[in-house]
């Protein structure tokens, strides 16, 4: 295992104790590789079929942007993914290894810078991200056989490659020799388009080309049953970096002159600047303050002198009142006063389930409140931006979007995308929030350094980051359904609400009134319909402008959050679910089941529910009680399906009626996506996902009053710690023949309706809402 | 005004020039180019930044640098030749060995993004000091209970951590 397999010869990252110029880097390189490499000073012009794309990028259509194969056998992949913590860098690893027959200690990855990388695309979408480096391998693959077939003289169909050695006729070659002194003019076919800001998208976050370049065709790639390296569960390569202090974080990262950098941020979420404060130069001789628009900051080339000069000048700065917020106990009310029109999507059919509502024997009407939530990264938000006087601006970031925050930083700088480059670095991990190339310090850090001239660093506070990085908004959801004589559903409505959730603003730039893209209201069904025996379905999600929108910061700007939409339109899909396998005294797992013929959950279902010691019963139990000071518990159950994988989860919780307490005392976790990369990597996602999904289930909301976010440090914005944490049990099904499906985004998503679950089965309460924390409890059971 | 402090970092003497109310975590970042100890809260709210202040986990966010001199200041990249001269390695032997608590880190698989993970490392290394065999609920106490706050992991990579504490104590044993 290597220590360094995202660093490589031409990485930009020095050793964390050097300080790295911009040209630096460039001469680093060991030089290593012989083939298949770059030509020197190669920059792509344009794309076939694709005039927008821009310099300063690697032409995705040519093998050399992709893949290196050097003379001593390593190689070297490029991917403007990013690794965002679910070990995805490792799979890539895999795929790339399984498709080339070597080892994958043997490759490294340079990821996320935008000038040495071809692609782009989203850090979220790993199998996507997978599947082009796979197919980038799988074409490679070939190129080598046809190469060695020559080599050798023998025909491609004797050949054999192990680990990277090319076997036939009794002779046999290294891929470093094979490809030595040669240049193979292999061409990727690619489709897709470069990242842009677009008001005309009709993404409601105002950019196209998110998804990056997709590699095209079919080449031949390794059966199921050939794999040797997908499937088993190779170690991450970022982590012996991370454990040992030798990888660079962003947070790392120095130039010479740079300047550091702490924001004065408005009063409320809509305050404008009356007068700045001032700074004290007897005090902080070296500091000092910035201002364009409603943008403060001060600046020192020292960090703590930063850090209390910024103190002082925000306790003598002057900003305007606002109270235009509803308040978060009021939110609920806000998004039901609003004037919706359409649904911003609608599947299935209205005239079906009215008339099957209208027969139905039993019918359940049910309302459910999602608050909400943030991201709440352990390291806050961070960036370093060097603005040159040639027009030159280069930017190193921890977002999971290079290219479209690349986009995003043209677009408020007014340049051309080529003058901007976008490094990549580790940082805290982002759950979602930069998935769209936005939110961020990078607008901060780019202003104030196009301001000072000089490089700035520029490091949010968390008190800032908890109150002013983007937030996944509250959802409201109406359910009506129908049951038939027999039990069963026959008749499926849902309706969700909700604020905007993909604004990709960059802070900074709508401070300083300066450019930025256009988020549009709306909303999307996020639901993969598990039930397909219930006949009449209607699903309609209508989205509704940020609260807050109108004011100068974008008020309480919506963006996704880990498993968007579906995490909060399955808490209630399922808890209606639970609510009907109550009306008709129902087992829920056994209701579940009977609602669908999807035989790869109905083996989830079993296998997870035997892993718990389900017995089948109704719920709510029989000694249910709302009351007392003793501790009754209950078990629960739900579902998902998302991204060709499915989910179960199953909670066993205990309720102190008289005090609220809720406690998680086990947890069974069950997924089946398809093939299984890396068993070992999953039972990590799976078993931290619900850790997160607890907190979330028992702790986490936004708080505001009217003018601004209150729960802006760890006692006030709670999330789950290790005692609280119960016992999680992991219940893994690798099937050969049904591709690969997501593995670590959905774990968060099944366990708030399963806790929920758990609750009606323990008190005969079923909350409409979360967090269960004690006051929310303890209005639940006195209602 | 700046001072020039004397401070021991990693079992090397460093002189810095920086302010004695300077928060050590400033030091330790920007003059010493360590990057164990990770702002997170500024607060002592989560514990991304602890290092070793003579054994005992300190939150440098909160931590004046002149509170650290005179004691020894271990970090994430001091940890190995803790564990050397703990066993009396030989030079080429401490060359390639992690602190047990480090090689657990990695065979346990258990950063995710990884941000916290070097103060869990710390407070596991204290943890494991005092308590060389602890149980699933003392490690879960340690990390949740123990002043100033709990240690904090937004990717929820506590079971993960727990089975590298019980690692690490395994072959700190043997």
Partial sequence: MTLKTETSSDS????????????????????????????AGFRAQTVEGHASLQANQLDPTLLASWLEIRSDNTILMRTGRTETGTGMSGYYTQAIAEELSVRPETISLIMGDTDKTPDGGYSAGFLYGMNNVRKVAAYTYQALLKLAAAQLDVPVGDLTVVDGVVSGGGKSIRYGQLVEGQHLDLKIPVSGEASRVDPSSPNGNGMAGLDGFTVTGDPPMKAVKEFKVLGTSFPAGHIPGKVTGKTQWSCDLTLPGMLHARMVRPATVGSTLVSAGTIDKTKFPTAEVIQKGNLLAVVSPNEWEAVQAAVSVASTTKWTEWAGLPGSENVTKAIREYKWSAPGESKGNAADVTAALASASKRIFATYELPYVRHAPIGPFLAVADVRADGSVTVWTHSAQSRGLRAQIANTLSIPVEKVVVRWLEHSAQYGRTTFGGDGAEGDAVILSQFTGKPVRVQWTLQEDLAWSSVSPAYVLDIKAGCDANGRLIAFHSASYTPHQSDARLLGALLAGMPCSMPKPGSWIATEWPYDKIQNRLEEAYGMPSIGAQSVTGGLRGNIMRTPGQRQQNFALEGLINEAAAAVGADPVQFRLDHTTDQRLIDLLKATAKAAGWEPRRSPQAKARKTGTAAVTGRGVCIMQRANAYWVGIAEISVVPATGVVKASKFTIGAEPGKIINPRQLDRCMKSGVVMGLSEALKEEVTFDKSKVTSTNWSRYKILTMEEMPEIKVVQISRDDKGFGGGSEAANAVVPPAVAAAFYDATGVQPGSIPLNPAYVKTLLKG | MANELTLTVNGAKQVVSAAPETPLIFV???????????????????????????????????????????????????????????KSLSAADAAKTLHPVQQAWIDEQVPQCGYCQSGMMIAAVELLAKNPNPTVAQIKDAFTNKPPSPHLCRCGTYAAIIDAVQRAAKAMKA
């Fill in chain 1, 12 to 39: 930009p990252i020095t050793p964390f104790s050097t300080t790295l110029t911009r040209r630096g880097f460039v001469k680093m390189g060991g030089a290593l590789f012989v083939s298949f490499a770059l030509p």
């Fill in chain 2, 28 to 86: 330790l970042r920007n003059e010493l180019k360590l990057s164990g100890p990770r702002l997170g809260c500024g607060m002592a709210q989560c514990g991304s930044c602890s290092v070793l202040l003579d054994g005992e986990e300190v939150r440098t966010c909160i931590t004046p640098v002149s509170y650290a001199v005179g004691k020894k200041v271990t970090t994430i990249e001091g940890l190995p030749a803790v564990w050397a001269a703990q």
